[in-house]
C-alpha cells in the first residue's frame, strides 16, 4: 500500500518539506489497521488513528480541485489533518480562498493544527477548523458559494452534512464520497439521493479500494 505514496505525490506541487510531511504521515496511515464507519469496530477505536483518505484518492480530489478551480471548500471529517492539506494546496494554487475543516475531537483537532503548522504559510492560512459537532459547526457562517464538499466522516453523518451544505453549493460544485462501497450499507441513502436526478447530481464511483463516489451538482433539472 506505501507503494502509492510516490505516484500520488509526484501529481501534487508542493514544497520539499510539505512533500516530505505528506510522505511521513501517509505512511504512519497507511500501517495502522483499517477503520470503517460502518463495520463492527466501535467509534472510539479511530480515535488514535488517522483514517486518513489514501494517498491516491488524495491526489484525485486535489487534480479535481485543480480542474475546477475551487476556492471555496468545506471537508467533513478532517481527523490529523491529512486531505485538509492536499485541499489547501489546491485552494491556495487556484488563487486562495477557503478550506473549511470540521472535527469533533479535540486530540485530533490540535494534532491537524500540528500538521498544518509544519506546512507552513501557504497551506495553513487557507484553513479554518471548526471544532464541534459538524451538525452544528456548518450551521452558519458557509461561503456563499461552495465549490467543492469533501464527505470523509462517518456515514451516518453524511447525509446531514449534506443537506447543510447543498443550499450554497454552486451549479458545478464537486461532491466526493469516501468508502461507498466499502460502506455501501451505511451510505445506502445518500447514495439513493445522489442518484435520484431530481435532486441535481450527477455522479459516479471510482473504484479505488472502498470506493470513491464523485458527484458534480448540476442543479435543479427543473430550473
Ligand atoms: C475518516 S476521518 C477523516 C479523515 C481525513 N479526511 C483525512 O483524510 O485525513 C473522519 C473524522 O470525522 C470525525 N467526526 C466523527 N463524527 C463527527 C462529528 N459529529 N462532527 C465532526 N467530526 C466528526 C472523526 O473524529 C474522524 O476524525
Known sequence: MTS?????????????????????????????????????QPASVA?????ALEPDKCALVYLLLRASGARHVVEAGTSFGVST??????????????????????VKAARAREHWRRTGENVEKWIELREGDICETLKADLPEKVDALLLDIWAVLAMPTLALVKPRLRIGALVIVDNVIAGAAGYKDLL??????????????APYPGGLCVAVYVGDVNA
Open 4 to 40: 502509492t505514496i510516490e505516484p500520488a505525490l509526484a501529481s501534487v506541487v508542493a514544497s520539499p518539506s510539505t512533500l516530505a510531511l505528506l510522505r511521513e504521515l501517509h505512511t504512519a496511515a497507511l500501517t495502522e489497521p483499517a477503520y470503517v464507519s460502518t463495520d463492527e
Open 47 to 51: 480515535l488514535e488513528r488517522f483514517v
Open 85 to 106: 492539506i492536499y485541499l489547501a494546496l489546491a485552494v491556495g494554487q487556484n488563487g486562495g480562498g477557503k478550506v473549511i475543516a470540521t472535527e469533533n475531537e479535540p
Open 192 to 205: 439513493l439521493y445522489l442518484d435520484d436526478p431530481n435532486n441535481g447530481f450527477r455522479s459516479t464511483t
